[in-house]
C-alpha cells in the first residue's frame, strides 16, 4: 500500500513564526502536492514537485515556499505564519505518467492553526 | 469559470439503502476523474476513477457513472453501511497545455443506523 505520512497531525504558532510541514512517501512517487483545505472551499493546491530540486507553483502559493531536496520528502515552509494560514495541510504524491493523470495518494493532514 | 461542485452539500440514508452523491463538472476538456472519501481527521482516501472514455466503473459496493452529455458524476454506494459516513469529493483532471486538478468542496453522507 502506497503510504504518505506528515510530520504532525496538530500544530499550534504564532503569528509571525517560521513553519515547517514536512511530508514523506514511500512509493517511489515522482510528483508530490501540498494543498490546503477549508470548509465550503475544497483542496486548493499550493505548490508541486515532479523531481528532486523542482516546484511549480498551483493556485495560492502566496505566502508559501517548498522543499524538494530528496525524492521521498516534500517540505512547505511558512516564512512568517499570519492567521488566515490556519488551514486543513494535506500532502499528496502520485506517479509520474505519459498522461500525468494518475491517482494522488493523501496524507493524513496537518491542522495548522495559528494564533 | 471552471468549476467541480456537488449538487448536495449533506446527505443523510438509512443504514442498507442505496446512496447517491452527485459532482457537477463545468470543464469539457477533462480526462480523469477520481471520487475520494474523508473520515473525520483523516486524509482524503481514493475509492474509485474514471476516465473520459468510459460511461460507468464499478468497484466493491461502489459504482462511478460519468455523463459527457450533462457534463455529471454520480457516485452510487450500494447497501449504504455506518462506516460509508464521511465526506465524499470528486476530482476532475483538466488536461489542457498542463494538467490541472480541480477538487469539489464535498458532500457530508450521514448512515442513520
Known amino acids: 500500500d502506497v503510504k504518505v505520512t506528515q510530520s504532525s497531525r496538530y500544530l499550534v504558532k504564532r503569528t509571525g513564526e517560521k513553519v515547517f510541514l514536512e511530508c514523506v512517501q514511500d512509493m517511489d512517487h515522482e510528483n508530490m502536492f501540498w494543498y490546503r483545505q477549508d470548509p465550503g472551499l475544497g483542496l486548493r493546491l499550493i505548490y508541486f514537485?515532479?523531481?528532486?530540486?523542482?516546484?511549480e507553483k498551483g493556485d495560492i502559493p502566496e505566502g508559501y515556499s517548498v522543499s524538494r531536496e530528496k525524492k521521498e520528502r516534500f517540505s512547505l515552509i511558512l516564512e512568517s505564519a499570519s492567521t488566515n494560514q490556519t488551514s486543513m495541510y494535506l500532502c499528496a504524491s502520485s506517479r509520474l505518467t505519459a498522461s500525468s493523470t494518475d491517482t494522488q495518494y493523501f496524507g493524513p493532514g496537518t491542522r495548522l492553526t495559528v494564533l | 469559470g471552471e468549476s467541480v461542485g456537488l449538487h448536495l452539500p449533506t446527505l443523510s440514508v438509512q443504514e442498507g439503502d442505496n446512496s447517491i452523491i452527485n459532482c457537477a463538472y463545468s470543464n469539457s476538456a477533462s480526462d480523469y476523474f477520481i471520487w475520494y472519501k474523508q473520515e473525520s481527521g483523516k486524509g482524503p482516501q481514493f475509492i474509485i476513477d474514471?476516465?473520459?472514455?468510459?460511461d460507468k466503473r464499478q468497484g466493491q459496493r461502489v459504482t462511478v457513472l460519468l455523463n459527457k452529455t450533462v457534463k455529471h458524476l454520480s457516485l452510487q454506494i450500494a447497501a449504504t453501511q455506518p462506516g460509508d459516513s464521511a465526506v465524499y469529493f470528486c476530482a476532475e483532471f483538466v488536461v489542457e497545455l498542463d494538467v490541472k486538478v480541480i477538487f469539489g468542496p464535498g458532500t457530508s453522507l450521514s448512515v442513520i443506523p
Open positions: 474514471i476516465r473520459s472514455n468510459m
Open positions: 514537485s515532479y523531481d528532486v530540486k523542482m516546484k
